[in-house]
């Protein structure tokens, strides 16, 4: 399967600051890969350099094998939301999709498809200005859909949508990946790839950090832990960690361990003579095996909050 969006040594500095160091990954066709990192990580500038949008400074980004400036009709080949605030607020949404449509020489026709696609068929005919973030994000998806083209490249798409727009969104992405498109999204909602993304591909200070399927992330995460209920919690705890197992507690009934399969955990706690209300192999989230990946790479972090004592 060839390669989509294909990103090779990839290099970037402003000035002294390294935004992208090394990087490389692929994209491809019939997946909706995930593009994630802590802030400053590096994902904003490399979709700009794929877009054509920066020159990096070493390395190369290729759309469909070929560097982005030198597609004929760029829409036909990768539809792309980088900003939804970049249409003029006069012009009307019909308006902008046309000026687009006529730029890259497609039908007129597109544009009436598209904001029928992304549910704005009735709001054509008003100014950009007078929309809301969500309609904004719609508009933006419709323009990337204009071209019909094979690669999709989105930055949060789901940014300002309600529930119902985030499940709409949700499907859209899907959908497209099963038509065989390759949807490349770059996100801070994990929880939304989770259900989404069938790929990976996470940034931390410009580097590569996972290049993986998400089923085999949440394997890896999960694997070796188990979670316990029980309302002994420092017995368990004990028992089990005399028995070799690492342990640390979750909650004021909730403990999980590594190293241990849960049958041995039953054993253990029953030896003990410990109550306990579950054992079960623990699933990790997406969430949480992207913090563990991440945890090394944060360029800007909050210091822990602290209660004060009253």
Not at 268 to 282: D, I, K, N, Q, Y
Request: aromatic fraction near 4%.
């Amino acid at each position: 399967m060839d390669a989509a969006i294909a990103v090779r040594g990839l290099r970037k500095k402003y000035g002294a600051a390294v935004a992208v160091d090394g990087l490389s990954f692929t994209v491809r066709p019939g997946q909706v890969t995930g593009f994630v990192g802590p802030n400053g990580a590096g994902k904003s500038t490399t979709m700009r350099v794929i877009l054509g949008l920066d020159r990096p400074d070493a390395g190369q980004a290729l759309v469909c094998g070929r560097e982005y400036r030198k597609l004929r009709a760029p829409l036909r080949d990768v539809g792309a939301l980088l900003d939804a605030a970049a249409p003029h607020p006069g012009r009307r949404a019909r308006d902008h999709l046309l000026w687009l449509a006529n730029s890259n020489g497609l039908p007129r026709s597109r544009a009436e498809a598209t904001l029928e696609q992304v549910g704005l068929a009735a709001a054509g005919r008003r100014r950009v200005g007078g929309f809301s973030l969500g309609m904004r994000q719609r508009l933006g998806i419709a323009a990337a859909l204009l071209g019909d083209p094979p690669v999709l490249l989105l930055d949060e798409p789901a940014n300002g949508l309600d529930p119902e727009g985030i499940r709409w969104m949700r499907g859209l992405l899907r959908s497209l990946a099963a038509e065989g498109r390759a949807v490349f999204v770059s996100s801070h909602l994990m929880g939304e790839l989770e259900d989404t993304a069938d790929h990976l591909v996470i940034v931390g200070r410009g580097r590569l950090v996972a290049d993986t399927s998400v089923r085999d992330l949440l394997a890896t995460a999960s694997s070796g832990r188990v979670l316990v209920r029980t309302l002994r919690r420092p017995e368990a705890m004990s028992a089990l960690a005399s028995a070799g197992a690492t342990v640390a507690a979750t909650g004021p009934a909730e403990l999980v361990t590594e190293g241990m399969k849960a049958e041995r955990v039953v054993a253990v706690l029953g030896a003990a003579a410990v109550p306990f209300s579950e054992v079960t192999a623990h699933r990790a989230s997406l969430e949480e095996a992207y913090m563990d990946l991440t945890r090394n790479a944060v360029e800007y972090a909050a210091a822990a909050a602290t209660q004060e004592a009253s």
